[in-house]
């Protein structure tokens, strides 16, 4: 069982950063990949951005060239760097964990941008 703790939100100003941490305890085998979800009020969970094993990286077209994911190499954290943050990134953000057996989410942290 892995358990998965999100930290680093808050509120900031449109234009300014955060990093989100997501710290993995508890027995961290056959992981492919990490990624952080955002859901915003309303609307469903999606997708921002991923890391595999091999290091490669995706993101969504809505943070793409802000928002940059991490990782430690022993998946004991993840992170995602966010830059010139703007209202519509306004969400509660989920890190998930991909491994050859279960998936695993954590609890969220709340991220809200004022214009």
């Known amino acids: 069982q892995v358990q998965l703790v999100e930290s680093g939100g808050g509120l900031v100003q449109a234009g300014g950063s955060l990093r989100l941490s997501c710290k993995a305890s508890?027995?961290?085998?056959?992981?492919?990949?990490m990624a952080w979800y955002r859901q915003a009020p309303g609307k469903e969970r999606e997708l921002a951005a991923s890391?595999?094993?091999?290091?490669?990286?995706s993101y969504s077209d809505s943070v793409k060239g802000r928002f940059s994911i991490s990782r430690d190499k022993n998946w004991f954290y993840s992170y995602l760097q966010m830059d010139n943050l703007k209202p519509e990134d306004t969400a509660v953000y989920f890190c998930?964990?991909?491994?050859?057996?279960?998936?695993?989410w954590g609890q969220g942290t709340q991220v809200t941008v004022s214009s």
């Open positions: 890391i595999t094993a091999g290091g490669s990286t």
């Open positions: 508890g027995r961290i085998t056959g992981v492919v990949a």
């Open positions: 998930k964990m991909v491994t050859r057996g279960p998936q695993y």
